[in-house]
């Protein structure tokens, strides 16, 4: 998968290459390549944005710095464009998994009050174009939270993370939060792990896992439980 991110503050985007998935550009899994939006102003002071028409505070990104910038990045092909905004729809899971399948994909960070909305409605007449939010709070810029969307999907790749089963028995993979998890040793602070882990009987263990998961998703998220399909939980789930 080839990655794209433009921004003003490319720096911010380093930890990208660390780590996971610093490891995943090494071995050639993805490419992310970061572009400094100022590269396409043309003034002296490389000014990317203006007063907002209609007034008010903050300033708003220029139309024909982005414009030019999405022409150069994109060339004749239409990759998904994501733009952070907390003005977006909620960025999930199941668009993590979604865009885990395309060739590539273009983050155009916005600063400020926003990007010109002409730019966004341009560029959606020849690719797809998808404003997404990571939560019900403000952050300076997108760039954050494009490092958070591009860790969700990158560790969904093939040969990203060391154990695939990861990624499938995650929270959120059905639908329900995953309840506590142990290691050595066996009594810790005077705290013992749970018997039934070290009991070697699988099917209570999953029985037990699965009703953890319930009772924290049920206390923590009740909305996930409500949005689960019908059918999803059985007869003895309803017990828990
Ligand atoms: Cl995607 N961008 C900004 N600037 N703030 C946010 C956000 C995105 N998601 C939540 N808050």
Request: aromatic share 6%; charged share 30%; net charge negative.
């Amino acid at each position: 998968m080839r990655i794209d991110v433009i921004t003003i503050f490319p720096d911010y985007l380093a930890p990208l290459r660390e780590a996971l998935l610093g490891k995943a550009i090494d071995r050639g899994r993805i490419q992310v390549d970061v572009h400094d939006l100022r590269t396409w102003t043309h003034d002296v002071h490389k000014a990317v944005d203006d007063s907002p028409y209609g007034g008010g505070p903050g300033m708003v990104m220029k139309p024909q710095v982005w414009g030019e910038a999405l022409d150069a990045v994109c060339g004749d092909e239409a990759p998904r464009l994501v733009v952070p905004t907390p003005a977006g729809r909620p960025f999930t899971q199941r668009d993590a998994v979604r865009w885990s399948a395309e060739p590539r994909l273009v983050f155009a960070c916005g600063r400020y009050e926003g990007i010109d909305q002409r730019v966004i409605d341009d560029a959606a007449e020849r690719m797809p174009v998808e404003e997404v939010s990571l939560g019900d709070y403000v952050l300076v810029g997108g760039e954050v939270a494009v490092l958070t969307m591009v860790e969700a999907v990158a560790r969904l790749l093939p040969g990203v993370l060391g154990n695939p089963l990861s990624a499938e028995q995650d929270s959120f993979s059905d639908g329900l939060l995953e309840g506590p998890c142990y290691t050595r040793p066996e009594v810790w602070r005077g705290r013992p792990v749970p018997d039934v882990l070290r009991s070697g009987n699988h099917a209570a263990i999953d029985r037990w896992r699965r009703d953890r998961a319930l009772e924290r998703t049920w206390y923590r998220r009740p909305d996930l439980l409500a949005a689960l399909p019908e059918g999803t939980l059985t007869a003895r789930d309803r017990e828990q």
